[in-house]
């Protein structure tokens, strides 16, 4: 699980409704980027990352949702679980096989 973000979905929003904004204004999108992550106090490359994901959220830009990448992860997160869950069960019943053998043979 990742570390929490200091920076609140709010601000969040907020800076990458900067960045749209500041876009025209700048040479490169990279340019505008720095400028607003400089007010901000975060680095460019985290807004960056932002930015590209609202865009996927909207459409933009293809790839995974937020909604779809919580809801892979959270699957990811079943599967490891049940495959951890059917090795437990092996282990026993194969344990009990192995009992239940022995006690015939006595």
Do not use: C, Y
Request: charged share 35%.
């Amino acid at each position: 699980m990742g570390r929490p973000s200091r920076f609140s979905p709010e601000v969040r929003e907020r800076a990458v409704r900067l960045v749209m904004e500041q876009r025209p204004a700048h040479p490169s999108e990279w340019a505008a980027l720095q400028a607003v992550a400089t007010k901000l106090g975060t680095t460019a490359e985290t807004l960056r990352k932002w930015v590209r994901q609202a865009e996927r959220d909207t459409g933009q830009r293809p790839g995974l949702t937020t909604s779809e990448r919580e809801r892979l992860t959270a699957l990811e997160r079943e599967n490891r679980e049940l495959k951890r869950t059917n090795e437990i069960l092996k282990t026993a019943s194969a344990f009990f096989a192995q009992a239940a053998l022995d006690r015939r043979t006595k």
